[in-house]
């Protein structure tokens, strides 16, 4: 690979984040002491509705942020991350950006190693448009951790005023 002084600037960061729906917060490992007996109960779900969004951005564009979801009878429902689902994301969403905006060759894609992120036919996808050595991430040329907090400064940036937009508060972004 080439190393010239414009290759920080052609990064492609990518990140998925859970969005909980509701406002709800987790006490299944919380004691409550009183002195009588509590005879209300409030049942609640195990696991709150959550989406599940990916961002991609460079210092040139944005990916519009990407929503990992399915049509099921009632409407589009919100489904897990696989391998099959991130390769029809990279293919369907990403890969047609990058050529619409003519990034294909210059673009260093980076995303951590999780599981779906390194299913063969993500990686199949990822070479053939990218090649391997533009690529940073677990089981490639130049590895990144599968989990990794260096990004968590650039992150908080890109998501934490959207995360106030799902929870249905004040959503003003510019």
């Given at each position: 690979m080439e190393v010239n002084?414009?290759?920080p600037w052609n990064i492609l960061w990518t990140v998925e984040a859970h969005f909980h729906l509701q406002c709800s917060v987790n006490t299944q490992n919380c004691s409550i002491w009183a002195r009588e007996k509590p005879f209300?109960?409030?049942?609640?779900?195990?696991?709150?509705?959550k989406v599940t969004v990916w961002c991609?951005?460079?210092?040139?564009?944005?990916?519009?942020?990407?929503?990992?979801?399915?049509?099921?009878?009632?409407?589009?429902?919100?489904?897990?991350?696989?391998?099959?689902r991130y390769e029809f994301l990279l293919r369907n969403q990403l890969i047609a950006a990058l050529q619409l905006r003519g990034f294909v060759d210059s673009t260093i894609?980076?995303?951590?190693?999780?599981?779906?992120?390194?299913a063969t036919p993500v990686k199949e996808l990822l070479n053939l448009h990218?090649?391997?050595?533009?690529?940073?991430?677990?089981?490639f040329r130049t590895a990144r951790p599968p989990r990794s907090?260096?990004?968590?400064?650039?992150?908080?940036a890109v998501w934490l005023?959207?995360?106030?937009?799902v929870r249905g508060s004040n959503c003003e972004l510019s």
């Open positions: 002084n414009a290759w209300q109960t409030q049942p609640l779900p195990l696991n709150s509705q991609g951005f460079t210092a040139a564009f944005i990916v519009v942020p990407l929503i990992f979801e399915q049509i099921g009878p009632s409407g589009p429902v919100t489904c897990a991350v696989n391998g099959a894609f980076m995303q951590d190693g999780a599981p779906p992120h390194i990218l090649g391997n050595d533009r690529i940073i991430s677990r089981h907090s260096d990004l968590a400064f650039r992150l908080q005023p959207k995360r106030s937009c």
